[in-house]
């Protein structure tokens, strides 16, 4: 499956930087299979590129999926932006965009409850991430290409 990366480099070599910022799913080089959300991501950049990766899964990694957004997915995004770290290789999922992200602080905050979350809670696009939290999960990406977006 091809999958991609945005940010203000190409990136033929993957690597597990620590972020400042607690991500949805912890520290990892995250991706999407979504090209066009791989372009918003990288259009925060004064250079935008979007990597491009062959992701072969490997049934040695342990892996999570949230196939939909779940009670399970908020708590471990609550979670992993808490600070907590998890013992996943890969976990896959629908991403917690910056409004969404509003409102998992909001509702670790104690502001809204869980049921006002998901009614805020709805996406206007879909959305996904893979986030390769490992160095045997970045084996799994072969670099494949490159686009300059601006």
């Not at 049934?59 to 957004?69: D, G, P």
């Amino acid at each position: 499956m091809k999958v991609y990366h945005g940010g203000y480099i190409a990136v033929e070599k993957p690597q597990i930087l620590k972020s400042k910022f607690p991500k949805d799913f912890g520290k990892g080089f995250y991706c999407t299979e979504l090209e066009q959300q791989a372009v918003r991501w990288a259009s925060r950049y004064d250079t935008a590129v979007v990597s491009i990766y062959e992701y072969t899964s490997d049934e040695n990694l342990k892996t999570l999926v949230f196939a939909e957004m779940t009670e399970d997915w908020l708590d471990f995004i609550v979670d992993c932006r808490s600070g907590k770290k998890h013992d996943f290789d890969v976990v896959v999922g629908a991403m917690a965009n910056d409004q969404i992200y509003n409102y998992i602080s909001d509702f670790i905050d104690g502001v809204i409850t869980r049921e006002q979350f998901w009614v805020l809670a709805k996406f206007k696009h879909p959305t996904h991430q893979i986030c390769f939290c490992t160095e045997n999960a970045l084996q799994t990406l072969q670099f494949l290409d490159c686009n300059k977006i601006k």
